[in-house]
């Protein structure tokens, strides 16, 4: 008998992908790409299968393989699957085939950990949320390793896309319907869009169609931001907060709430209420020649600071607006500028399986709560295109000195936090460590902020310091729980906290 072992899901991630890579394509005549599906199966007792697409017969999947093939007499309640791609959905297989995630709960597999989400309207995130609806707990695939999955399956992912937009015009098989706010809204019609939004996004999209001719709004069908009501279209949940005029009137959770807190306690509020899809330019258009004047209050004197990286500021309102949870009817996405920070606070708890540890490490995986909102921004080339700019907070922050943002989750809102200027880490930090710190170690506390982690040789070589002196200041920081000591000896790192 096999002796069981810790698992190790980086490992088996790697493997699966390893073994996506030897996927059999069967020869198709309608020219549809395959996906490469790669499959690892961690039994209790440790040991591991794998399977992959095509291995025993053309056209099987790799979990069809694994499960029914290998180990249909086999007990494997408490086992772990690793797959790299969503499994596919009940309903997205002809009758009287099993979906994969049927036979997965089926099977009583414990964990499943997906590669990337299957973008063919067919199993768009349905398969994980069947998962997870039968009590299996779903992760996702490191980001770096979905980039791998991603570059593989280029083919698939280009032709699943466009299945994806025509789903809604009868060329293709019926979308799936991820919220309320995918179906046409009682009483609103195509009048209640903003023609300078549609305007603006045929722009930026580069739609050949004029706004609102008769292509365009077949389009905007297509990419389920209207619904036919009878022989008429309406804009959906979602197609209302992009291009509505006054969307707030009839989605109270609409738009973003902002407000400038000024050092001498006086404050700007301003309230932006219509067509989501033109938010973040007025959100600019506001807000960068109010900046320079919002006083840093860590000086004694009046000195002015340069304006903000507006990079860091567009992908933060951005994401907020776009991956809130929009079923919150009663709260809405918040902009808050400080003189030492910008925080947006957007309604919702991480989409499951993300985490806030992820998002803070920037290594969040990409997948989406409201896709239909993604791939409108993500036309405008305004966000990247199915994730969450982690990417952009991490380098962008470093790019121009600034402190890494800050991501906290209150109970109700997701707040994201970005440092305007190194000091404004500090100022940050609760009274009692603030003040447990002494100048020296203020200002390396700025270093450190910018960092997702350093070494102790590196941390004294920034900063000038011998070694003793570089252990000392980081066995400060650990006891006060602003980094966290991982490996030994020459290995050691110190990952910084965001307390």
Same mark, same amino acid.
């Given at each position: ?5 810790? &698992? ?6 790697? @493997? ?13 005549? /309608?020219? =549809? ?11 209790? /007792?440790? *040991? ?21 093939? =290998? ?11 690793? #797959? ?25 597999? %414990? ?34 390793? !979905? ?15 466009? @299945? ?19 179906? #046409? ?20 999209? =580069?739609?050949? $169609? ?18 036919? @009501?009878?022989?008429? &279209? ?31 306690? *006086? ?22 020649? =109010?900046?320079?004047?919002?006083? $840093? ?14 990079? &860091? ?18 709260? *809405? ?6 003189? /030492? ?37 993500? +036309?405008?080339?305004?966000?990247? +295109? ?36 190194? !000091?404004? %880490? %500090? ?32 941390? %004294? ?6 070694? @003793? ?10 006891? &006060? ?6 490996? #030994?000896?020459?290995? *050691? ?7």
């Amino acid at each position: 008998m096999a002796t069981k072992s810790k &698992l190790n899901p980086r490992k088996m991630m790697e @493997r699966a992908i390893a073994v996506m890579k030897e996927s059999i394509n069967e020869p198709r005549a /309608d020219g =549809k790409a395959s996906p490469l599906v790669g499959a690892v199966l961690v039994k209790p /007792d440790g *040991t591991v299968d794998t399977a992959f697409r095509g291995e025993l017969r053309h056209g099987d999947h790799a979990e069809y393989t694994l499960l029914e093939r =290998k180990h249909r007499d086999e007990r494997l309640d408490g086992s772990v699957l690793f #797959a790299t791609l969503e499994p596919c959905a009940p309903g997205a297989r002809k009758h009287p085939k099993l979906a994969c995630a049927e036979r997965i709960v089926n099977a009583r597999i %414990a964990e499943v950990w997906v590669g990337i989400e299957d973008p063919d309207p067919m199993v768009d995130r349905q398969g994980i949320l069947f998962l997870e609806q039968n009590g299996i707990k779903v992760h996702l695939f490191d980001l770096d390793l !979905q980039d791998q999955i991603r570059k593989a399956n280029k083919a698939f992912i280009a032709q699943a896309l466009q @299945r994806a937009a025509q789903a809604n015009d009868g060329k293709a098989g019926k979308s799936t319907s991820l919220s309320q706010w995918d179906e #046409a809204l009682a009483g609103v019609t195509v009048d209640d869009l903003a023609t300078n939004a549609l305007v603006r996004y045929r722009e930026r999209t =580069k739609i050949a $169609d004029k706004a609102m001719s008769a292509g365009f709004l077949e389009r905007l069908e297509r990419q389920g931001l209207l619904r036919r @009501r009878g022989v008429k &279209l309406a804009p959906t949940g979602f197609g209302l907060l992009l291009f509505g005029k006054t969307p707030r009137e009839v989605l109270h959770q609409a738009g973003l709430n902002a407000t400038i807190e000024y050092p001498d306690g *006086t404050h700007e509020i301003q309230n932006f209420d219509g067509p989501m899809i033109l938010i973040p330019d007025q959100v600019e258009a506001w807000l960068r020649p =109010k900046l320079p004047n919002v006083i $840093d209050r860590s000086r004694m004197t009046r000195a002015e600071r340069a304006t903000l990286a507006f990079e &860091l500021v567009r992908e933060a309102v951005i994401n907020g607006l776009v991956h809130r949870d929009y079923d919150l009817s009663g709260a *809405t996405c918040h902009l808050v500028v400080t003189a /030492d920070t910008v925080t947006v606070r957007s309604p919702g708890a991480p989409l499951l399986p993300i985490t806030v540890e992820q998002m803070q490490a920037f290594t969040a995986p990409m997948y989406n709560r409201n896709p239909k909102l993604q791939f409108a921004f993500g +036309g405008t080339k305004l966000v990247e +295109g199915r994730g969450f700019g982690m990417r952009t907070f991490g380098e962008a922050a470093t790019k121009h000195g600034l402190p890494v943002p800050k991501y906290v989750f209150d109970g109700l809102y997701l707040n994201l936090t970005i440092y305007r200027h190194l !000091q404004a %880490a %500090a100022s940050a930090l609760k009274a009692d460590v603030l003040n447990a710190l002494n100048e020296d170690e203020k200002k390396s506390w700025g270093f450190l902020a910018t960092k997702t982690s350093v070494s102790r040789k590196e941390y %004294a070589e920034h900063m000038g310091f011998d070694s @003793r002196k570089a252990q000392r200041h980081l066995k400060r920081f650990v006891e &006060l729980g602003l980094v966290r000591k991982v490996g #030994a000896s020459s290995s *050691t790192q110190y990952e910084v906290q965001k307390p």
